[in-house]
């Protein structure tokens, strides 16, 4: 097993790794460096995203907050939701997205938006950095620092040890995970692509501000739309672990590239929560499409950091 992958176990998942990284990085199937790009979702896939994706549960907080301050929201969701605890709503509405149904995901995002209309950037990574600080994981009850998946961001240095260049992509909001990708993964802000809210430039205060709206929702078909947007490259390796990633894999096998879903098998007491939802439809179609699976349960021999 190599040193650089020391928390996955020897079986035929890491093969596949090693084998596919050693043959586009030496002898004659050898591809130039400029041209390994790997792309990564973020929440489920680098790290915890169960009982709820962190994003979310910062702006849980922010919502409290605001029905503290107006009363009346109290009885609309999502406020709601964040005032009694009960999240029921908030998992069904990222469920019934993945199903196809966005009516709750609307609401929920109407919401979300109305958190940061008219801040500034700056303010913006203050409060989201002060949370990351400060917040603890709802299940683990550490830091979210440490609910990182240390196979995954062991294998996300093995790829760049091999001259790839690597990126996240995700249906989480960009600016929310740009002042963690870097402590947490090793990965710059620039080379972070999410969903964003929309921007504006404020030519009195000299600050770029968030508008009351969501200027793209980074998940399904659009998520190779915002490869190459952002990146100008087919991608050469892809992780996933959700309905909402397939599009991405595709996109890179289709360009003979590797593509890697993240299975939440594991029904031990390692602190991973075991699901299906949302990824029936990748999981299901995995060996037709030419997908490696990781078992959570199986191919790594610890799950976070701590472990």
């Not at 910062?58 to 406020?79: F, H």
């Not at 921007?199 to 998520?223: I, M």
């Amino acid at each position: 097993m190599p040193n650089e992958l020391p928390s996955w176990a020897d079986t035929p998942t890491r093969a596949a790794i090693v084998d596919f990284v050693e043959r586009v990085t030496t002898g004659p199937d050898a591809v130039p460096e400029s041209e390994r790009v790997a792309v990564f979702d973020n929440d489920g896939t680098l790290w915890s995203e169960k009982p709820m994706p962190t994003q979310l549960h910062y702006i849980v907080e922010q919502w409290r907050t605001q029905a503290a301050a107006d009363p009346s929201l109290a009885d609309e969701q999502p406020y709601k939701a964040a005032v009694t605890g009960d999240f029921a709503w908030l998992g069904g509405a990222i469920d019934k997205h993945y199903a196809g149904d966005d009516r709750d995901l609307k609401v929920l995002i109407g919401a979300l938006v109305g958190v940061t209309a008219g801040m500034s950037v700056d303010d913006y990574a203050t409060s989201v950095t002060e949370f990351y600080a400060t917040a603890k994981h709802l299940t683990l009850g550490t830091p979210y620092a440490d609910a990182v998946y240390a196979p995954m961001v062991e294998l996300l240095r093995y790829l760049e040890a091999h001259g790839f260049s690597v990126y996240i992509v995700s249906g989480g909001e960009r600016d929310f995970m740009r002042p963690m990708t870097q402590q947490n993964y090793g990965i710059p802000p620039e080379r972070v692509v999410g969903s964003a809210f929309g921007l504006s430039y404020d030519p009195e205060t000299h600050e770029v501000r968030y508008a009351a709206g969501l200027d793209v929702f980074d998940d399904g078909p659009e998520k190779p739309v915002r490869i190459w947007s952002r990146i100008g490259r087919r991608p050469l390796f892809a992780g996933g672990n959700s309905n909402g990633d397939q599009a991405m894999l595709d996109f890179t096998r289709k360009g003979g590239g590797f593509a890697l879903v993240v299975h939440h098998d594991d029904d031990t007491d390692r602190g991973d929560i075991p699901y299906d939802k949302g990824a029936e439809k990748v999981l299901a179609e995995a060996s037709a499409n030419g997908y490696a699976v990781v078992s959570v349960k199986r191919d790594w021999t610890r799950i976070f950091p701590q472990g």
